[in-house]
Each structure stands twice: as structure tokens, then as C-alpha cells.
């Protein structure tokens, strides 16, 4: 909270500090603990669609003259023809040559042949769970001004203990506004940090497994009694588990580097990727067609780490 704080008043952000008698005036269905205070960004905050992100970034890439090619590169390697050297990137249909490549291929990055032989990428691929609450339309209209929100503290003495937690018993979340999903349902979506599950995928084949499943069930059932224990007041319809991966750095800040002259990386969300994937983009789309870091934070922020380097030192 005091990084949030230093942040806040270095780039100016108009946000409201609310004392814990505050938000309980504001928000009487919230339970949270005597101890905690809340930092408020009316404007300009809120939560995304995935999915509309997407297809807005493929829309815009359109209009400035991209090519859309949906399908999966198996491979990326460098090649020599006509006396010069070429980016080729290999489909399950075709070759296609390029002069430069940005990849921007998160968790899926070690299983293709992407990265030059020899290199691997310091990343850890953690496996999330989230638990998605149905509520009523009833209890819907009660909550609509509920705010999106990231908790960091101890919680209060009826929060479920289930729920992940550190080893000094803090927990930590981040919890969507109920929102309409395309079933016509409307749902709360509760999930925990990366740091709160110990394990990581190493193969393909783990990984998969776990995009097709429904989560961790002791996290989801934890997950959606927690989100009743924090909510007072709303009636819990139904409830399922849902899952992906965070790509994880040690460096905590997403790699945007050239590993050479025709191939730039842009890898890394740490679980924030999806909020700054304009920026990130624009950033990393500079570096690789106009050869130019055009950011006031320093490059050197997000240098890539390699295995076989790191393991060296």
C-alpha cells in the first residue's frame, strides 16, 4: 500500500483515501478488518474483457496495415536467402518470412521452437485458480456500485482460513464487480496472487492438462466461501472454477529485449499483462521496427534473463 501511495502522488493520480469507517459508509455489504483503509481511483479504473482487448488490438493492427494470420508458429528460426538473412516462421500450413520477429508468446513460449537454440528464457509458468460466484439479479442491483478490487492485509476473524495465505497469515486477492458473462449469468470472480501457489508446469503436456480443467478444487471451494465471507448479504446461486498461468519473471517486470538484430521478446505479464499489453506492445513494437526505446522508464528494467546464463553466475 505505501508502494501504491508513492505511486499515486508521483504520477498524480486522483484517488480518495478511505478510513475503514468510510468504507463501510460507502460499502455497508463489504466485510473487511478495523485495521484496513482503502485507496479509491474513480476515473479512468475499472476491469477489462480479455476478449474485447483482444479484438480491439487485432482491429487497430488492421486499420495500421497488419495482416492477421490465426494460427499457431510452431517454429522461428533465422535463415539465409538471396544473400540475406531472414526471420522464418514456421505454421502448420505454411513458412512465412519476415525480416523482424516479436514474440509475444507468454506461457506457451518454452514448448514452440521460438527462442535461438541454446537459449531459454528465465520464466516460471504458475498455475492460478479462480472461483466465479453466481449471484441473483436481485443481489445484483444491490451491489452494482461495488468497485473492482486487490486486497493485501490479514482479513478479518470470519474470512475462511482455507483460502491461501503466507507464511506471517497475510492473504491476498483480487475481486471483479459482479459483471453479466455470455451465459446471461451474473458473477463474482475472486482470484488469488501467484506467490500463494507453490508449484510451476515445466512440460507442454502438464499445462494443457491444467487450461482444460476447472482449477484446484480446494482453492475454488475456499475461493468461493471466501467470496460470501467478504460480501455480506448476497445469496450464493451457484459457483465453478476456472484457471490459467501466469508467466513469472524473478525480475517481477515483463521482458522486453532484443536477443538479437531481427528478434525482439516481449514476455512476462507477471499477472499484470493484461492491464499494460497497450503499453507493453508500444514499447516493444518500437524497439523492433524503429530500433528505439521510447519510455522514460530505463531498458534495463526489462532485460531478459536466461537459464543458461543465471545458472552461471
Given at each position: ?99 523482424k520477429v516479436l514474440l509475444a508468446t507468454g506461457a506457451f513460449t ?204
Amino acid at each position: 500500500m505505501n508502494q501504491n501511495e508513492n505511486v499515486i502522488k508521483d504520477q498524480n493520480v486522483k484517488i480518495s483515501r478511505l478510513t475503514y469507517a468510510e468504507l463501510k459508509k460507502q460499502y455497508p455489504y463489504l466485510n473487511v478488518s478495523s485495521r484496513d483503509y482503502g485507496l479509491y481511483e474513480g476515473t479512468n479504473a475499472g476491469y477489462i474483457s480479455p476478449r474485447k482487448v483482444v479484438k480491439a488490438q487485432i482491429q487497430q493492427a488492421k486499420l495500421y496495415g497488419c495482416t492477421f494470420i490465426p494460427e499457431v508458429a510452431n517454429e522461428v528460426s533465422r535463415v539465409v536467402q538471396d544473400g540475406e538473412y531472414y526471420m522464418r516462421i514456421t505454421t502448420d500450413s505454411e513458412h512465412i518470412l519476415a525480416r523482424k520477429v516479436l514474440l509475444a508468446t507468454g506461457a506457451f513460449t518454452p514448448f514452440r521452437n521460438l527462442l535461438p537454440r541454446g537459449l531459454e528464457l528465465d520464466l516460471k509458468l504458475i498455475p492460478i485458480t479462480v472461483a466465479k460466484v453466481e449471484i441473483s439479479d436481485l443481489d445484483f442491483k444491490k451491489i452494482k456500485d461495488m468497485p473492482g478490487m486487490v486486497y493485501f492485509g490479514k482479513g478479518t476473524d470470519d474470512w475462511t482460513k482455507a483460502f491461501p495465505r503466507d507464511q506471517t497469515g497475510l492473504i491476498s486477492w483480487y475481486m471483479l464487480p459482479p459483471v453479466q458473462y455470455q451465459d446471461g449469468k451474473k458473477y463474482i470472480k475472486l482470484g488469488h496472487f501467484h506467490n500463494a501457489f507453490p508449484t510451476h508446469f515445466t512440460t507442454s503436456k502438464d499445462m494443457k492438462t491444467w487450461f482444460c480443467s476447472t482449477g484446484d478444487k480446494h482453492i475454488v471451494d475456499a475461493t468461493a466461501d471466501l467470496i460470501v465471507n467478504i460480501i455480506k448479504g448476497v445469496n450464493r446461486v451457484s459457483y465453478h472454477g476456472d484457471c490459467c498461468v501466469i508467466t513469472e519473471t524473478p525480475t517481477e517486470r515483463p521482458y522486453i529485449d532484443m536477443l538479437h538484430s531481427q528478434l525482439g521478446v516481449a514476455i512476462g505479464g507477471n499477472g499484470y499483462g493484461a492491464k499494460s499489453s497497450d503499453e507493453i506492445g508500444r514499447i516493444a513494437a518500437a524497439m523492433v521496427l524503429k530500433n528505439e526505446w521510447d519510455s522514460t522508464i530505463p531498458r534495463t528494467v526489462f532485460q531478459a534473463r536466461f537459464k543458461d546464463v543465471d545458472s552461471k553466475l
